[in-house]
Protein backbone atom coordinates (compact mmCIF):
# COMPACT_ATOMS: atom_id res chain seq x y z
CA UNK A 1 0.00 0.00 0.00
CA UNK A 2 1.04 3.67 -0.82
CA UNK A 3 1.93 5.59 2.37
CA UNK A 4 0.09 8.81 1.79
CA UNK A 5 0.66 10.67 5.17
CA UNK A 6 2.81 13.07 4.64
CA UNK A 7 3.64 13.00 8.45
CA UNK A 8 4.82 9.72 8.63
CA UNK A 9 7.81 11.14 5.62
CA UNK A 10 9.04 13.89 7.39
CA UNK A 11 12.93 11.53 7.44
CA UNK A 12 12.45 10.61 3.74
CA UNK A 13 14.04 11.84 0.53
CA UNK A 14 13.10 15.36 -0.67
CA UNK A 15 12.14 13.89 -4.25
CA UNK A 16 10.21 10.89 -1.95
CA UNK A 17 8.19 13.36 -0.14
CA UNK A 18 7.12 15.63 -3.13
CA UNK A 19 6.16 12.30 -5.09
CA UNK A 20 4.08 11.28 -2.32
CA UNK A 21 2.81 14.40 -1.75
CA UNK A 22 1.91 14.73 -5.42
CA UNK A 23 0.01 11.91 -5.03
CA UNK A 24 -1.79 12.62 -1.81
CA UNK A 25 -3.44 15.67 -3.83
CA UNK A 26 -3.97 13.47 -7.08
CA UNK A 27 -5.86 10.24 -5.28
CA UNK A 28 -7.92 13.22 -2.97
CA UNK A 29 -9.42 13.88 -6.70
CA UNK A 30 -9.55 10.77 -8.43
CA UNK A 31 -11.64 7.85 -6.78
CA UNK A 32 -9.76 5.46 -9.03
CA UNK A 33 -6.18 6.22 -8.31
CA UNK A 34 -6.80 6.18 -4.38
CA UNK A 35 -7.87 2.67 -4.84
CA UNK A 36 -5.07 1.86 -6.53
CA UNK A 37 -2.90 3.65 -3.83
CA UNK A 38 -4.60 1.05 -1.55
CA UNK A 39 -3.18 -1.86 -2.98
CA UNK A 40 -0.62 -4.01 -0.91
CA UNK A 41 1.29 -4.77 -3.95
CA UNK A 42 2.13 -0.98 -4.78
CA UNK A 43 4.77 1.09 -2.45
CA UNK A 44 6.43 4.69 -2.57
CA UNK A 45 9.82 2.45 -3.20
CA UNK A 46 8.41 0.71 -5.66
CA UNK A 47 6.99 4.17 -7.27
CA UNK A 48 10.12 5.38 -6.66
CA UNK A 49 12.43 2.29 -8.15
CA UNK A 50 10.57 2.76 -11.56
CA UNK A 51 10.60 6.33 -11.77
CA UNK A 52 14.23 6.30 -11.67
CA UNK A 53 14.08 3.48 -14.02
CA UNK A 54 11.89 5.47 -16.40
CA UNK A 55 14.69 8.50 -15.89
CA UNK A 56 17.64 6.32 -16.63
CA UNK A 57 16.03 4.97 -19.73
CA UNK A 58 15.52 8.78 -20.71
CA UNK A 59 19.32 9.55 -20.01
CA UNK A 60 20.33 6.47 -21.89
CA UNK A 61 17.77 7.31 -24.86
CA UNK A 62 19.47 10.54 -24.95
CA UNK A 63 23.20 9.68 -24.39
CA UNK A 64 22.12 7.96 -27.90
CA UNK A 65 21.22 10.85 -29.68
CA UNK A 66 24.91 12.83 -28.51
CA UNK A 67 22.82 15.50 -25.68
CA UNK A 68 25.02 15.84 -23.06
CA UNK A 69 22.35 17.46 -20.73
CA UNK A 70 19.04 16.18 -20.02
CA UNK A 71 16.20 18.05 -18.58
CA UNK A 72 13.18 15.56 -17.26
CA UNK A 73 10.05 17.65 -16.24
CA UNK A 74 8.28 17.45 -12.86
CA UNK A 75 5.07 16.67 -14.45
CA UNK A 76 6.33 14.07 -16.42
CA UNK A 77 8.22 12.61 -13.43
CA UNK A 78 4.58 12.49 -11.70
CA UNK A 79 3.18 11.11 -14.56
CA UNK A 80 5.16 8.74 -14.12
CA UNK A 81 4.60 7.67 -10.62
CA UNK A 82 0.99 7.64 -11.40
CA UNK A 83 0.81 5.45 -14.23
CA UNK A 84 2.83 2.98 -11.69
CA UNK A 85 0.31 3.04 -9.28
CA UNK A 86 -2.50 2.29 -11.96
CA UNK A 87 -0.96 -0.21 -13.91
CA UNK A 88 -0.85 -4.02 -12.29
CA UNK A 89 1.44 -5.01 -14.71
CA UNK A 90 4.19 -2.95 -13.34
CA UNK A 91 6.01 -4.58 -10.77
CA UNK A 92 9.60 -3.12 -9.17
CA UNK A 93 8.90 -3.82 -5.45
CA UNK A 94 11.21 -6.47 -5.57
CA UNK A 95 13.76 -4.48 -7.15
CA UNK A 96 16.86 -4.34 -5.20
CA UNK A 97 19.86 -2.05 -5.65
CA UNK A 98 22.89 -3.84 -6.70
CA UNK A 99 25.94 -3.05 -4.56
CA UNK A 100 29.04 -1.39 -6.54
CA UNK A 101 32.00 -3.98 -6.27
CA UNK A 102 35.23 -1.79 -5.27
CA UNK A 103 38.22 -2.57 -7.56
CA UNK A 104 40.89 -4.88 -5.85
CA UNK A 105 43.99 -3.45 -4.37
CA UNK A 106 47.15 -4.39 -5.63
CA UNK A 107 50.14 -4.94 -3.44
CA UNK A 108 53.76 -4.73 -4.89
CA UNK A 109 56.96 -5.70 -3.51
CA UNK A 110 58.99 -2.51 -3.55
CA UNK A 111 62.75 -2.32 -4.37
CA UNK A 112 63.52 -1.39 -0.78
CA UNK A 113 61.98 -4.62 0.71
CA UNK A 114 58.63 -2.41 1.86
CA UNK A 115 55.27 -3.07 0.80
CA UNK A 116 52.90 -0.37 -1.02
CA UNK A 117 49.58 -0.44 -1.79
CA UNK A 118 48.80 0.52 -5.51
CA UNK A 119 45.50 2.19 -6.00
CA UNK A 120 43.61 1.37 -9.56
CA UNK A 121 43.53 4.71 -11.73
CA UNK A 122 39.94 5.66 -11.64
CA UNK A 123 38.30 5.24 -14.86
CA UNK A 124 36.64 8.51 -16.24
CA UNK A 125 34.03 9.32 -18.93
CA UNK A 126 35.38 11.03 -21.65
CA UNK A 127 31.22 12.46 -22.10
CA UNK A 128 30.84 12.86 -18.12
CA UNK A 129 31.08 16.88 -17.57
CA UNK A 130 32.51 17.50 -14.00
CA UNK A 131 32.85 20.50 -12.13
CA UNK A 132 35.26 21.31 -9.45
CA UNK A 133 34.28 25.01 -7.18
Same mark, same amino acid.
Given at each position: ???????????????LK????????????????????? *?? $???????? +?? =???? !? %??? @?????? *?? $???????? +?? =???? !? %??? @?????????????????????????????????????????????????
Amino acid at each position: MVELDLSKLENEDYVLKKVAEYLAEESAKDEYLAEACK *KE $NKTLNGVM +SY =VESE !A %KNT @IDKSKQ *KG $NVCVHVDD +SV =VYGW !A %KHY @ILEDSLDFEKVNKAVPKTPARKVEKDTTESWKVVQPKPKYDINQLTFDF
